[in-house]
């Protein structure tokens, strides 16, 4: 079969043997997959982890049809699915609680094993979810982002407050949560860098768009915030200056989740201001079984609607990568494999 591979230096599409699914594990042909900032990360050196080999398949989220199943798994040929990355071990105290997103020991697909950007694709079972009639390019752009952001807003356990702030919403993570925090009743204000194409948003569920420039964000922002602060902020920048400005501008006893990192970027906290406005910092960058499901039923109910940004074939990795890490475009870019058969 054609995969994508990445060997510590150069992004190529070979020819490698079609996997076979091990116990517990299901063989997906695999139909889209999306181009992610986590990949790009990884391979202008971000550390793999321990026990990492290459050359590896990449792709983190594909979707497709099941073709096989291993020793252990019910029949499930023929199922529409689309695969979580974060594989969790399924076994320690926070998988056996229901909060998988916490696992210390979970595995990436396209990451610690191989991914989806490929005609195949071998993976555990508990993390191929099944999509019904969604297309599959959408389910792909989907059972990444979309859980991520309602886990965000899940993490404090203090419920959707009125006003929401994402940063980084011109973003695939920040579109997600812009819409999903909409979807919820909340009212979104989308923050985005200048220059960033933020003219969808609006139609994407934000109430109010605003932009920082590159140099000074974090003073624009907390200006743009003064005299209304968000109970919940929503950071899919990473940008430590960003966080900074979030955490003093958040309101009384508000939440700020962020999901990103940026390289030697440092969070600045005013302690005192801190702890007697009972401001509350989490870090989130997984997402629990129930908010993949609950994630995808929003999806399918056509509450959200991750936007698209490009559709290109295998053949076209290189192009794909490059332009993900381009600024000019709303969505997700996606690689798809072969016809849907469904409506786009």
């Not at 969505?331 to 409506?343: F, N, W």
């Given at each position: 079969m054609r995969a994508a591979r990445w060997d510590g230096s150069h992004l190529r599409v070979a020819d490698v043997p079609v996997p076979e699914p091990g116990p517990g594990e299901v063989l997906i042909e695999v139909r889209a997959v999306g181009v992610n900032q986590l990949e790009r990360q990884v391979m202008a050196g971000a550390p793999l982890g321990?026990?990492?080999?290459?050359?590896?398949?990449?792709?983190?989220?594909?979707?497709g049809v099941v073709v096989a199943c291993g020793p252990g798994v019910p029949d499930r040929v023929g199922a529409r699915v689309a695969?979580?990355?974060?594989?969790?071990?399924?076994?320690?105290?926070?998988c056996t609680a229901g909060r998988e997103a916490d696992c210390p020991a979970q595995t990436v697909v396209g990451i610690h094993r191989d991914?989806?950007?490929?005609?195949?694709?071998?993976?555990?079972?508990?993390?191929?979810?099944?999509?019904?009639?969604?297309?599959?390019?959408?389910?792909?752009?989907?059972?990444?982002?979309?859980?991520?952001?309602?886990?965000?807003?899940?993490?404090?356990?203090?419920?959707?407050?009125?006003?929401?702030?994402?940063?980084?919403?011109?973003?695939?993570?920040?579109?997600?949560?812009?819409?999903?925090?909409?979807?919820?009743?909340?009212?979104?204000?989308?923050?985005?860098?200048?220059?960033?194409?933020?003219?969808?948003?609006?139609?994407?569920?934000a109430s109010e768009v605003i932009t920082y420039p590159r140099e000074g964000a974090g003073e624009a922002l907390e200006k743009a915030l003064d005299g209304r602060p968000p109970g919940l902020v929503l950071d899919a920048t990473g940008s430590g200056e960003l966080i900074s400005a979030a955490l003093r501008g958040v309101a009384w006893a508000?939440?700020?989740?962020?999901?990103?990192?940026?390289?030697?970027?440092?969070?600045?906290?005013?302690?005192?201001?801190?702890?007697?406005?009972?401001?509350?910092l989490y870090g989130c960058a997984a997402a629990d079984y129930a908010d993949v499901r609950d994630g995808l039923d929003l999806v399918a109910r056509g509450l959200v609607r991750p936007p698209v940004a490009a559709e290109l074939p295998l053949a076209e990795i290189g192009a794909a990568f490059e332009?993900?890490?381009?600024?000019?475009?709303?969505?997700?870019?996606?690689?798809?494999?072969?016809?849907?058969?469904?409506?786009?």
């Open positions: 321990p026990g990492v080999l290459l050359p590896r398949t990449v792709g983190l989220d594909p979707a695969v979580k990355p974060n594989v969790p071990c399924g076994e320690c105290a926070a991914g989806g950007a490929a005609e195949y694709v071998a993976v555990p079972s508990r993390v191929a979810f099944d999509v019904g009639a969604l297309p599959f390019t959408r389910a792909a752009a989907a059972v990444h982002s979309v859980p991520i952001a309602l886990h965000m807003i899940r993490r404090s356990g203090r419920g959707l407050p009125q006003k929401v702030l994402v940063t980084g919403a011109a973003g695939a993570l920040g579109c997600a949560a812009v819409q999903v925090a909409a979807a919820l009743g909340a009212e979104v204000t989308a923050g985005a860098l200048e220059g960033e194409p933020v003219g969808e948003l609006p139609g994407l569920g508000g939440s700020v989740v962020v999901a990103a990192a940026l390289p030697g970027s440092a969070v600045e906290i005013d302690t005192r201001a801190f702890y007697t406005r009972r401001v509350t332009m993900a890490g381009r600024r000019d475009h709303l969505g997700k870019v996606m690689l798809v494999t072969k016809e849907d058969g469904t409506c786009p």
